[in-house]
């Protein structure tokens, strides 16, 4: 099965970036706001460049002056299912097994836009209306 990993980058700004095993790459979205387990959020997602499919298990610092300075750490990672769209129709539909993201999750380009996604989870088993999001970097 395909990998994902989330990477909780502390960049100037705090985000998370969303990397799925696909086409040979890691396709990758930043998601300012994290991904989050709770369906009544809708969490925008911006595509970014691909990566090659070893960044998977990056962690580390980007050095000062670098695009991206910062602390680089695993977020959650696992594998994943397609369930059902691609990248050209702009909308899929993605099953994690990770630790953290679990169940469906469907990802939808805006329309009119192209970069701009938003990362929603589907109500099912694992959907948790309580979620909070904690980083793994603790201040
Ligand atoms: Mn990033």
Known sequence: MPVFV?????????HFDLRLEMEGVLKSWAVPKGPSMNPADKRLAIMVDDHDLDYAGFEGIIPEGMYGAGDVMIWDSGTYELKSGDIKTGKLEVDFKGRKLKGIFALARMSGKEKEW?????NDQFADRDFILKTVKTF
């Open 6 to 14: 989330v990477h909780e980058h502390h960049a100037k700004r705090l």
């Open 118 to 122: 938003l990362l929603i989870k589907k």
